[in-house]
């Protein structure tokens, strides 16, 4: 699914679900290039998977985007969507990666969350994650990946 909404120049719009051979970003997003659109940001935060298909849809339309002029931003990015810029060095297509959400897991009770940090705070903390509190017993939830696979996109 997908949402949109222009403010000025910056159109926002917010994906959902799985991307497969279904998808047609250019139905649900519009054409470019539309000269009223200088950024256009992408909240990834719902998207829970993405197959190969989905990603060669993704790529031709968002490399396409950013050929026409808008700037691209992705936001709230989605560990599905973090997997893929980690695999496909193109995913981005020329776009600003802002946040993405991170998982972790808890020493107790072994519960899974996911934190939001942005990118520029991960590179400022040299991507030394803090620990949290787990949302389920309030124990102690450390980062469940490994830093160098996670974020190799960001070096």
């Not at 949109?4 to 998808?23: A, D, H, I, M, Y």
């Not at 946040?99 to 107790?108: L, Q």
Request: proline fraction near 5%; aromatic fraction near 8%.
């Amino acid at each position: 699914t997908i949402e949109k909404s222009k403010n000025g120049s910056e159109l926002t719009v917010k994906l959902s679900g799985s991307v497969e051979e279904s998808v047609q970003f250019e139905p649900l997003i519009g054409t470019f290039p539309d000269p009223s659109v200088k950024l256009l940001i992408i909240h990834t935060k719902g998207i829970s998977r993405i197959n190969s298909v989905g990603v060669k849809a993704w790529i031709k339309y968002f490399s396409a985007v950013q050929q026409s002029g808008p700037a691209i931003k992705l936001v709230e990015c989605s560990t599905a969507i973090v997997e893929q810029m980690n695999l496909i060095s193109n995913f981005r297509c020329g776009g600003e990666v802002e946040s993405m959400y991170v998982p972790f897991a808890c020493m107790s009770c072994k519960a899974e969350q996911l934190a939001l940090f942005t990118t520029q705070k991960l590179k400022d903390s040299n991507l030394e994650l803090p620990e949290l509190s787990c949302s389920k017993c309030n124990g102690k939830s450390v980062f469940d990946d490994l830093p160098e696979e996670y974020f190799s996109f960001l070096v």
